[in-house]
């Protein structure tokens, strides 16, 4: 009993030699930090918006389908690869207008695709309002976005350090090892004034101003600060 009752207590005042120790060689210190890339824009994303609104659900189903293969004509019409179109599901719903009790069907159904030759923009505009597609919108895009992410966190992570490294030095500790670390997801930022909409025909002359997108990642790095050692 006695045998137990003595490691028992060496037991103890091992982990608080041990706590003490630690508190004594440093100290957690946390650090939110920044990192932003710029890239330059070398696509163009385009979304067409393809509604029909008809008094009969098959004469709705019917307009939406001649629709919808004018629209891949125009888009074939210009080059652009299958890989590069998606779309989502086509939407029928049932509409009431209370006020005169009139009942109508509409349909619903998103095209995107993207290209890479800007001088084919305010051509493809035309092409779709002379098509009657007045619902579209186009933003700027880079291809490198994945290269973009990784240098952001290497930005990210490099600015955490330097900054730990500063507190450090004013409180005559040195930065030890990382004890935690987390990420948000990457934010695309493009400038609000690069987004191009169906009201708008920019003219060939801008489209030839290099755009850029800045990729940012925002990361919390808890460091081990660790006292100098005389």
Known sequence: MKKVKMISIIFILLLTTNIIAQKEDGITFPVNATGSVKLLADNINVTVNLAVEKKNPQEAFNEHKLR???IL??????????????YTLF???KF???RNNKITFKTNQSIHFKFKDFNKYTPLQIDLLKNGFYEFSSDFTTSKRKEGHEKSVEIALKNAKEEAEIYAKNLNMKV???????SE????????????????????NLL?????????TN?????????NKK
């Open 68 to 70: 919808e293969e004018k």
């Open 73 to 86: 004509n125009l888009i074939k019409k210009y080059g652009i690869p299958d890989k590069d179109i998606s």
């Open 91 to 93: 939407k029928i719903s």
């Open 96 to 98: 009431k207008d209370y």
């Open 176 to 182: 030890g090892i990382i004890t935690s670390i987390s």
């Open 185 to 204: 997801n990457p934010r695309i930022y493009p400038r609000p004034n690069l987004m191009l909409k169906a009201s708008m025909a920019p003219s060939k």
């Open 208 to 216: 030839n101003i290099p755009q850029f997108i800045t990729i940012s």
């Open 219 to 227: 990361v919390n790095v808890v460091f081990r600060l660790l006292r």
